[in-house]
């Protein structure tokens, strides 16, 4: 099976800094869905996208489906403490994850 | 309320015992998953299923075994086949959105098996 390549694997930012972070694959996907896993939790789901070029926000976080289907990223704006964890890109119907991108925000 | 439950949260047994970890969800979703998790790692798939009686292989199932003899449950064995079976683990389940393909997961809070 194949894990999905997610960059960068670590972050420590400071509050207010935007934050960025992307996920390929070497095969293509109809689905990509982004989660944050606190400490001890389960993964809670962030951003859904299901189509090719979608650009798609939640609050501070915006989530792209990359153009050929094998790429997708992340950013975060303006950071807040409560953004820390980790967060796992997931391509197609739940079978393929991340490797995460753990994210630090320094008051 | 409506969500996955993974009972217990946190599980100890003595090497070559079989476990049994618990996921019910009260959400009518179809498909339900058991990933295992790995210090600084991504989720690994064991096993899925996509309707009652019926599963399949994930990437790691060696050394698991499942049953979904009900749409709400999904148990997981981790038999002493499994050779190094410490780990987080995770249930999930999901609502098709426009098609087969197109899945939202919601998982469970985890369960940590420690076998010493």
């Known amino acids: 099976g194949q894990q999905l390549n997610q960059s960068p694997q670590s972050m420590f930012i400071q509050e207010g800094e935007d934050v960025s972070m992307n996920c390929t694959s070497s095969s293509i996907f109809n689905t990509w869905l982004w989660y944050k896993q606190d400490p001890g939790e389960g993964p809670v789901l962030l951003i859904a996208?299901?189509?090719?070029?979608e650009l798609t926000s939640n609050g501070r976080l915006t989530a792209q489906f990359g153009i050929t289907r094998k790429d997708s990223f992340l950013n975060i704006s303006a950071s807040i403490p409560s953004d820390v964890g980790i967060y796992f890109c997931a391509g197609g119907n739940q079978f393929y994850f991340g490797t995460g991108t753990s994210l630090t925000v320094i008051p | 309320d409506g969500g996955i439950t993974q009972s217990p949260k946190y599980l100890f047994r003595k090497e070559g015992q079989n476990v049994t970890l618990s996921c019910e969800q009260n959400?009518?979703?179809?498909?339900m998953y058991w990933y295992r998790q790995d210090p600084g790692q991504g989720l690994r798939l064991i096993y899925y299923s996509q309707i009652v009686n019926d599963f399949q292989k994930g990437d790691i199932a060696e050394g698991y075994s499942v049953s979904r003899e009900k749409k709400e449950s999904f148990p997981l064995t981790v038999t002493s086949a499994q050779k190094n079976p410490t780990a987080f683990y995770l249930c999930?389940?999901?609502?098709?959105?426009?098609?087969?393909?197109?899945?939202?997961?919601?998982f469970g809070q985890g369960t940590r098996l420690t076998v010493v």
């Open positions: 999930a389940s999901s609502i098709e959105k426009n098609g087969p393909w197109n899945t939202e997961a919601f």
């Open positions: 996208l299901y189509k090719a070029g």
């Open positions: 959400l009518n979703h179809d498909a």
